[in-house]
């Protein structure tokens, strides 16, 4: 992300916790310390370290030879999870009061990650003769790793460096039959001088930087013969679909000092394929089976098509006896990439693919919970999205897997405004860890079809030296998809012109700059852009702000702890401004998230409409559009399309409605109207019915029109209806029916006859200011609507169900931006996560709409779900 000046330091609180702890002197391990590890000698298997002791070395001061002994006591260290950064461990053990809330994380004393962490594992073994044990690191140690085994030095900090390059040790003359300790210490981390994880101004910084272990560690046997990096390759003959070329590939490696004679085995598509293969000494030969498939099942991002996953199983046998195996998911699909316009056009199995998608936040403290990943899938596909955008942090690979399971497209990268985009300080180590950070990935995720693209800059662009690192990097990796020089309009030698443009906006611009195709308007591919602040509902702010720093949300000039790091961005300022010009000053904080919800709201929808609309431009093409960004990495009050406790509140909804797959929409601009469609097929039969009401609910205009929407992108459908009369805010209502004449999509916009205007002139690389505003003031005035609502609950599958609300303008007033929230029992907390068709829904009389919620039946407890129904001009009811 493009920053234009330092971070400021953190704060740290005088009075920081002590949280050094106390290590006792006894003997022998201590029991109820952690899980039992047992390595086997099974080849094919693996032993991951289920959770590790961790102590500071500031009181763990006993050299590594020491401390790896399985005798050591560690009485008195702490029991953390397996992937776990020290962080991560201290606020596993309560070491803190929660530090999401309010500005608690500023007791924490940074100074206790200016020293050395050790990691412990003490882990039972039966070495067997012919059995080679391989300790594999899944990723780096942060900053640098010391590993040690059973009183013996493994690797040093001068070779496992940096987050991201994995490791392998063959330590089988290191194991002891019956206890071993494994010992892992981790450096101080600055991601400013080294190859790391920044979070840059996205939250407050993690005090320890992130420092530790974050990927899983595993011990690993195999016989003479190890199979490694399998991976796979598959050739459409395009445009058919009909077959496909598959291919696939594994390394062979002999780990003895003698020749060896294997067969290797692929079981890949129902197909089985052999081959003998003599290596010599030591030596490592790549085993390749090519196959052809009939009517192959092929993958598809979740608008077009399908996803089906097949599996390709390796194995290696010496003589008749297993020496070890590997295996990979892959899917039938090709990705491909070229300059359209201004920008990059994606294709996926020859179509073209436009990319609209959100910047993806891990977890500050590089914690996994999967079931946390796989809602927040959940909910990124139920929005519409289609694709994820990694700025550095690329995540474990349980985010692949759900990632291929659901259609959801992967653009990874590094990151910006650290060590990794400070080029001119790169030495000859440097170099060497970032090509084997970039080896290290591409290998990891290279088959997951999921997959899209690898940007080897952010903000910047490698020069001539670096981009050869990355470049050979990624072809021993056997990349195969579309290397990027930047997410930003530079190019590098090689690879040159990116297609890819970083113009902003951080911060609030109104519903129109999206349509205007300037700056970071809807022309080209722009990776990064968005409307800044998002201010979840009341329930949530409560969670992670005290009362008081909810009440100093009206103070758009007070720095709020729970935006960003950043001067730029850790004042509402000018986002304020807008609210209170274009909807009035709020009167308190409740009226301030209230009117949040609609700018929230309409600017995020009409992002996704414009990028939309402007895919079938013949001039300057939309081509795609990260929106940044889609989740917090802790709770914040910006840049999100849920919040952190997954809340869905107006910018999620909004998101949602412009990113529909057959989909009516206005267009600010030009007041233009079309239906975008994004699936591969066209709608054929469809009328659009257009009215326009005034506050009063006097309707102005109301036509119909026939519309067939193409496939795979926008059909304009001529232009909105101008009546005489408008009141100065107004309402325009959308419904695209099908030939039945069923409703498939419903749009409101609340307009104003006084445009929202912009001041180009005045724009910085975060934002351009507005000249004018729109006047929406008239929905202060509204009479109050009447809605009555009816609820019913059914089972939806394992631990699932569906709640239904149905919802009836029975008042004489238009019901404007009418939300239902599924509550724990009347007046209870909000059920999170669920999965609403629609939210903020808008209804004159006699209208109906159902809306349907699905969540875990376990969510509840032992409560019965209620539905709460508000509105901008609705009053509070609870319906069970």
Same mark, same amino acid.
């Given at each position: 992300m493009l920053r234009n000046r330092p971070l400021p330091a953190l704060a740290v609180a005088a009075l920081g916790l002590a949280l050094l702890v106390p290590t006792t002197a006894a003997a022998g391990p201590v029991p109820g310390t952690g899980a039992a590890l047992t390595v086997t000698a099974r080849p094919g298997t693996a032993s991951t370290v289920p959770d590790w002791r961790m102590q500071s070395s500031a009181r763990a001061a006993q050299a590594g030879d020491v401390i790896s002994g399985p005798a050591y006591s560690d009485t008195g260290w702490l029991t953390v999870p397996a992937r776990s950064t020290v962080m991560a461990g201290l606020v596993a053990n309560g070491r803190y009061p929660d530090v999401r809330f309010s500005e608690n994380m500023k007791q924490v004393d940074a100074g206790d990650f200016k020293v050395a962490w050790w990691y412990r594992k003490v882990f039972s073994a039966d070495p067997q003769p012919g059995v080679h044990t391989f300790l594999r690191l899944k990723g780096g140690i942060i900053a640098r790793g010391e590993i040690w085994l059973n009183g013996s030095k493994v690797a040093g900090t001068d070779q496992v460096v940096g987050a991201y390059p994995t490791h392998e040790f063959d330590v089988t003359p290191l194991l002891r039959k019956g206890d071993n300790a494994l010992a892992i210490k981790a450096t101080p981390a600055d991601p400013q001088n080294e190859l790391l994880i920044h979070f840059i101004d996205w939250a407050q910084l993690p005090p320890d930087r992130n420092q530790g272990i974050f990927r899983d560690v595993t011990f690993e046997p195999s016989g003479p013969v190890s199979l490694r990096n399998p991976r796979v390759d598959t050739d459409l003959p395009l445009p058919a679909l009909t077959s496909a070329k598959i291919t696939t590939k594994v390394d062979a490696r002999n780990n003895t000092g003698q020749p060896v004679t294997t067969e290797v085995t692929a079981a890949v598509a129902g197909q089985v394929l052999k081959q003998r293969v003599q290596l010599a000494a030591n030596q490592t030969r790549t085993v390749t089976f090519t196959q052809d498939l009939r009517d192959p099942r092929v993958w598809w991002p979740f608008q077009m098509g399908a996803q089906p996953l097949y599996e390709a199983v390796l194995t290696a046998n010496v003589?008749?006896?297993?020496?070890?195996?590997?295996?990979?998911?892959? &899917?039938?699909?090709?990705?491909?990439?070229?300059?359209? &316009?201004?920008?990059?056009?994606?294709?996926?199995?020859?179509?073209?693919?436009?990319?609209r998608g959100g910047g993806w936040a891990s977890d500050l403290f590089l914690r996994t919970d999967v079931r946390y990943v796989e809602d927040q899938l959940d909910l990124v596909k139920a929005m519409g999205m289609n694709t994820l955008r990694l700025e550095g942090k690329p995540e474990n690979d349980e985010l692949y897997d759900l990632a291929d399971q659901r259609g959801i497209m992967i653009l990874t990268g590094w990151e910006c405004c650290s060590k990794w985009e400070r080029y001119d300080s790169f030495d000859a180590e440097d170099d060497r860890v970032a090509g084997e950070s970039a080896e290290s990935e591409a290998r990891r995720i290279r088959n997951h079809p999921s997959m899209i693209g690898f940007m080897i800059g952010s903000d910047a662009a490698p020069g001539a030296g670096l981009e050869k690192t990355y470049l050979d990097?990624?072809?021993?990796?056997?990349?195969?998809?579309?290397?990027?020089?930047?997410?930003?309009?530079? &190019?590098?030698?090689?690879?040159?012109?990116?297609?890819?443009?970083m113009d902003g906006p951080y911060w609030w611009e109104p519903p129109v700059y999206w349509h205007t195709k300037q700056l970071g308007g809807a022309a080209g591919f722009a990776s990064e852009i968005g409307p800044g602040a998002t201010i979840p509902e009341m329930d949530e702010l409560k969670k992670f702000l005290s009362a008081a720093e909810i009440n100093r949300l009206t103070d758009y000039n007070a720095t709020q702890y729970h935006l960003s790091p950043s001067a730029t961005f850790d004042k509402l300022t000018f986002w304020g401004t807008a609210l209170d010009n274009r909807y009035g000053k709020p009167a308190n904080a409740e009226d301030l998230v209230r009117k949040a919800q609609l700018a929230n709201y309409e600017t995020n929808r009409a992002q996704f409409e414009a990028f939309g609309d402007n895919f079938s431009d013949a001039t300057n093409p939309s081509t795609g559009v990260i929106y940044w960004m889609l989740n917090n990495a802790w709770p914040t009050l910006y840049w999100h399309l849920y919040d952190y406790y997954l809340a869905?509140?107006?910018?999620?909804? &909004?998101a949602k409605a412009g990113?529909?797959?057959?989909?009516?929409?206005?267009?600010?601009?030009?007041?233009?109207?079309?239906?975008m469609n994004t699936s591969l097929h066209p709608a054929t039969g469809h009328r659009l019915q257009i009215t326009l009401f005034n506050l009063d609910g006097t309707q102005k205009a109301d036509e119909t029109r026939t519309v067939t929407a193409a496939a795979n992108g926008p059909t304009k459908a001529g232009a909105l209806p101008q009546p005489s009369g408008l009141s100065t805010t107004y309402f325009v209502r959308l419904l695209l029916k099908d030939a039945a004449g069923q409703v498939v999509d419903r749009n409101v916009y609340w307009l104003s006859t006084k445009p929202d205007t912009l001041n180009y002139g005045g724009s910085t690389w975060y934002h351009t200011p507005q000249s004018g505003y729109a006047d929406l003031k008239g929905l202060n005035a509204l009479k109050p609507g009447t809605v009555t609502s009816t609820v019913s609950t059914a089972p939806a599958g394992d631990d699932r169900q569906v709640t239904t609300v149905t919802l009836k303008n029975t008042g004489s007033t238009v019901a404007f931006f009418v939300r239902a929230s599924l509550r724990k029992g009347t007046g209870g907390a909000e059920v999170l996560p669920t999965r609403w068709s629609d939210n903020y829904v808008t209804l004159w009389p006699g209208e109906t709409l159902a809306l349907k919620a699905e969540y875990r039946s376990s969510s509840l407890g032992s409560a019965r779900p209620v539905v709460e129904v508000s509105g901008h001009n609705v009053a509070k009811k609870s319906v069970s």
């Amino acid at each position: 992300m493009l920053r234009n000046r330092p971070l400021p330091a953190l704060a740290v609180a005088a009075l920081g916790l002590a949280l050094l702890v106390p290590t006792t002197a006894a003997a022998g391990p201590v029991p109820g310390t952690g899980a039992a590890l047992t390595v086997t000698a099974r080849p094919g298997t693996a032993s991951t370290v289920p959770d590790w002791r961790m102590q500071s070395s500031a009181r763990a001061a006993q050299a590594g030879d020491v401390i790896s002994g399985p005798a050591y006591s560690d009485t008195g260290w702490l029991t953390v999870p397996a992937r776990s950064t020290v962080m991560a461990g201290l606020v596993a053990n309560g070491r803190y009061p929660d530090v999401r809330f309010s500005e608690n994380m500023k007791q924490v004393d940074a100074g206790d990650f200016k020293v050395a962490w050790w990691y412990r594992k003490v882990f039972s073994a039966d070495p067997q003769p012919g059995v080679h044990t391989f300790l594999r690191l899944k990723g780096g140690i942060i900053a640098r790793g010391e590993i040690w085994l059973n009183g013996s030095k493994v690797a040093g900090t001068d070779q496992v460096v940096g987050a991201y390059p994995t490791h392998e040790f063959d330590v089988t003359p290191l194991l002891r039959k019956g206890d071993n300790a494994l010992a892992i210490k981790a450096t101080p981390a600055d991601p400013q001088n080294e190859l790391l994880i920044h979070f840059i101004d996205w939250a407050q910084l993690p005090p320890d930087r992130n420092q530790g272990i974050f990927r899983d560690v595993t011990f690993e046997p195999s016989g003479p013969v190890s199979l490694r990096n399998p991976r796979v390759d598959t050739d459409l003959p395009l445009p058919a679909l009909t077959s496909a070329k598959i291919t696939t590939k594994v390394d062979a490696r002999n780990n003895t000092g003698q020749p060896v004679t294997t067969e290797v085995t692929a079981a890949v598509a129902g197909q089985v394929l052999k081959q003998r293969v003599q290596l010599a000494a030591n030596q490592t030969r790549t085993v390749t089976f090519t196959q052809d498939l009939r009517d192959p099942r092929v993958w598809w991002p979740f608008q077009m098509g399908a996803q089906p996953l097949y599996e390709a199983v390796l194995t290696a046998n010496v003589g008749t006896t297993a020496s070890d195996s590997a295996k990979t998911t892959f &899917g039938v699909r090709e990705v491909s990439s070229s300059l359209r &316009g201004t920008g990059r056009q994606f294709t996926v199995n020859g179509k073209p693919f436009l990319v609209r998608g959100g910047g993806w936040a891990s977890d500050l403290f590089l914690r996994t919970d999967v079931r946390y990943v796989e809602d927040q899938l959940d909910l990124v596909k139920a929005m519409g999205m289609n694709t994820l955008r990694l700025e550095g942090k690329p995540e474990n690979d349980e985010l692949y897997d759900l990632a291929d399971q659901r259609g959801i497209m992967i653009l990874t990268g590094w990151e910006c405004c650290s060590k990794w985009e400070r080029y001119d300080s790169f030495d000859a180590e440097d170099d060497r860890v970032a090509g084997e950070s970039a080896e290290s990935e591409a290998r990891r995720i290279r088959n997951h079809p999921s997959m899209i693209g690898f940007m080897i800059g952010s903000d910047a662009a490698p020069g001539a030296g670096l981009e050869k690192t990355y470049l050979d990097a990624l072809q021993r990796a056997e990349w195969n998809l579309p290397v990027i020089s930047s997410a930003k309009n530079i &190019g590098s030698p090689q690879l040159g012109k990116p297609g890819m443009k970083m113009d902003g906006p951080y911060w609030w611009e109104p519903p129109v700059y999206w349509h205007t195709k300037q700056l970071g308007g809807a022309a080209g591919f722009a990776s990064e852009i968005g409307p800044g602040a998002t201010i979840p509902e009341m329930d949530e702010l409560k969670k992670f702000l005290s009362a008081a720093e909810i009440n100093r949300l009206t103070d758009y000039n007070a720095t709020q702890y729970h935006l960003s790091p950043s001067a730029t961005f850790d004042k509402l300022t000018f986002w304020g401004t807008a609210l209170d010009n274009r909807y009035g000053k709020p009167a308190n904080a409740e009226d301030l998230v209230r009117k949040a919800q609609l700018a929230n709201y309409e600017t995020n929808r009409a992002q996704f409409e414009a990028f939309g609309d402007n895919f079938s431009d013949a001039t300057n093409p939309s081509t795609g559009v990260i929106y940044w960004m889609l989740n917090n990495a802790w709770p914040t009050l910006y840049w999100h399309l849920y919040d952190y406790y997954l809340a869905t509140a107006g910018s999620y909804f &909004g998101a949602k409605a412009g990113l529909r797959p057959l989909h009516a929409q206005y267009s600010y601009d030009d007041k233009s109207l079309s239906v975008m469609n994004t699936s591969l097929h066209p709608a054929t039969g469809h009328r659009l019915q257009i009215t326009l009401f005034n506050l009063d609910g006097t309707q102005k205009a109301d036509e119909t029109r026939t519309v067939t929407a193409a496939a795979n992108g926008p059909t304009k459908a001529g232009a909105l209806p101008q009546p005489s009369g408008l009141s100065t805010t107004y309402f325009v209502r959308l419904l695209l029916k099908d030939a039945a004449g069923q409703v498939v999509d419903r749009n409101v916009y609340w307009l104003s006859t006084k445009p929202d205007t912009l001041n180009y002139g005045g724009s910085t690389w975060y934002h351009t200011p507005q000249s004018g505003y729109a006047d929406l003031k008239g929905l202060n005035a509204l009479k109050p609507g009447t809605v009555t609502s009816t609820v019913s609950t059914a089972p939806a599958g394992d631990d699932r169900q569906v709640t239904t609300v149905t919802l009836k303008n029975t008042g004489s007033t238009v019901a404007f931006f009418v939300r239902a929230s599924l509550r724990k029992g009347t007046g209870g907390a909000e059920v999170l996560p669920t999965r609403w068709s629609d939210n903020y829904v808008t209804l004159w009389p006699g209208e109906t709409l159902a809306l349907k919620a699905e969540y875990r039946s376990s969510s509840l407890g032992s409560a019965r779900p209620v539905v709460e129904v508000s509105g901008h001009n609705v009053a509070k009811k609870s319906v069970s």
